[in-house]
């Protein structure tokens, strides 16, 4: 899909000087916000040629791996996965980090409820498969050129304190694993698992202390758990994070009840959080989680709604340090 042109361009008012016109096509505003920003790929299209085509089409240069053409990343075959880098590589991309689904199940000292409905992103794996997944894991991100290798924290328990010293203890572990084969490891506040806040995620990342763990940062997830994302979670976390995850909330006037919407349209923080990381120097990834869905409308007609959003929050906020 090409981006859409205006004939009238947007302005936004400029946080130090006169208004400055935003670039009418998005492909060209994306290259003046400096951020290293892609989007997760199975967020766009089931069809990754698709996907990696509308990437491209917006001038960004990241893309991050979760499904491919159906298929949890983890479950390729070989063939599949050589067709994967011979695209990415058409379409001048890079891997910001491989999407795995490592312990994105049951912690087996303390199971959460069964019959729970969570987003499991075809993948049927359980804690016996850690080490096997973890390897491969590795496997992929050196195969596709990344160190970085997202992972989870087990489903929620309804009291994830009493989870935490085994949780601490099995990513500590595999962060050892992560470090003697050149990987780091990037654990994500996941809301429907144990660390699901920044708070959570920093006081982990601490108390585990390794160079080969840190954290890829969800503000909007740390907002389903009732944490305000920014500022409160992410002072807990900053310093620690590797990888950004962009997606927005909004509360249904209607049910009263959180969901996803556009960036920039919700109640996320977006330019105050983008504001700070510039501030503080961040240069790491950014990946677009679109999640939200317009109503009759395609995945991608959705994302690119998101995006466009995303980069006229960045082109406000300024370019990345």
Sequence with gaps: MTPSRSRNPLTIASPVGPERSIPSHAAE??????WKLGIITDEIAESFDRSLGFIGQYGLEWCELRQVWGKNVMNLSSAELRRAKELIQRFNLKVSQIGSPVFKYNLPQ???????????FRANFTDQDSDRLLHESFRLAHFFGTNKVRVFSYWRVDEPQEAYPYVL???????EMAGRNGVLLTLENEHECNIATGKELGRLLRDVSSPHLRGTWDPANAAMQGETPYPDGYLRA?????HLH???LRKNLRTYKLEWAPVGKGFIDWEGQFEALRRHGYNCTVSLETHYRKRGATNIESTRISLEGLLKILYKTGPAI
Excluded: C, N, W
Excluded at 169 to 175: G, P, S
Excluded at 238 to 242: A, F, M, T, V
């Design 169 to 175: 203890d099995r990513l500590a572990q595999a962060a």
């Design 246 to 248: 962009v997606k927005d």
């Design 110 to 120: 303390m199971p959460a409820r069964a019959g729970e409905k969570r987003d499991t």
């Design 238 to 242: 900053r310093g620690l994070i590797e």
């Design 29 to 34: 505003l994306s290259k003046t916000v400096g």
